[in-house]
């Protein structure tokens, strides 16, 4: 069939981790629009919040030629943009838990600043504000996502994947994030990958190096997943395996107006908060 990306189904790590949990939640993020103003809704929350703000500054500096990616402190740039995410923009509940949350995002910030590692190194930036390629054209489908970082490896004209944690928690060895991430950098520029890492900012001052995944196993997984996120969609069935879970249950307040409506951020998406808990009750992870 002929490409068309307006009508293709878009799939990436979030959504199919999405589907995966509760198909009821992937329906309300990925799918749902208020039927009144037609936009989407976002639930946030100060982990959220953190992994944003810590992201955006890594992602202002990757633009940048080696030479200049320090020039700015980034712990100046810390400052400015947490301003973005202040206050009720990430559902933090009270001051003593924003100046929590900040205070861990200092100390990541402070890390980078201290180690840089590959971040002073020559890099590879996806000329594309939302990199994307067709899964299968046929069913189609289109992969997309964006990773957080693609260092250049000269001795080998080669790539190195490096993905920055946020999170308390370490990602699982069963989780999509990196065959995903390694169909992606493949389809979506010439070199080869192979070298791929994680950088647990809260903990690390070193890279934890993963084993690359194999790319056949890795399309032929990610396309069976993407072709049932299809025929979900398709049917316009998406339940809930547990009749209500944590996933779903924060949307289907909002639906019942038990959530705080908080701005329509710069995408047109409606911006919510639940109800106020605890900072140990949030949830430490985080897809940027």
């Known amino acids: 069939m002929n490409k068309d990306k307006y009508s293709a189904i878009w799939v990436s790590h979030t959504s199919i981790t999405d589907f995966l949990q509760c198909k009821r939640a992937y329906y309300l993020k990925n799918v749902y629009k208020n039927p009144k103003t037609g936009h989407k809704m976002k639930i946030v929350s100060p982990a959220l919040g953190l992994g944003q703000a810590v992201h955006e500054v890594i992602e202002q500096i990757s633009v940048l030629p080696t030479e200049k990616r320090f020039s700015t402190l980034l712990m100046t740039r810390f400052e400015e943009v947490w301003e973005s995410v202040s206050g009720k923009k990430s559902g933090f509940p009270n001051i003593e838990v924003e100046d929590e949350y900040k205070r861990r995002g200092r100390e990541m910030i402070s890390r980078i600043s201290k180690i840089k590692g590959p971040l002073a190194q020559k890099a590879v930036k996806i000329n594309a504000d939302l990199p994307y390629f067709y899964l299968s054209e046929k069913e189609n489908i289109i992969l997309c996502g964006k990773v957080d970082w693609l260092e250049y490896l000269q001795d080998t004209d080669s790539v ?129």
């Open 160 to 288: 190195h994947i490096i993905d920055f944690k946020t999170s308390k928690t370490e990602e699982s060895e069963s989780s999509l994030q990196l065959p995903i991430y390694y169909l992606l950098v493949t389809n979506t520029q010439k070199r080869r990958v192979t070298k791929a890492s994680y950088w647990y900012l809260g903990k690390d001052d070193f890279l934890t190096e993963k084993k690359l995944p194999n790319e056949k196993d890795s399309f032929e997984n990610i396309l069976d997943l993407a072709l049932k996120v299809k025929a979900a969609r398709k049917l316009g069935v998406f339940n809930c395996p547990y009749g209500g879970c944590r996933n779903c249950i924060p949307y289907e307040m909002v639906l019942k107006g038990d959530a705080e409506f908080v701005y329509v951020d710069k995408h047109n998406v409606d911006i919510f908060i639940t109800k106020k808990e605890d900072a140990s009750n949030h949830t430490e992870s985080i897809i940027l």
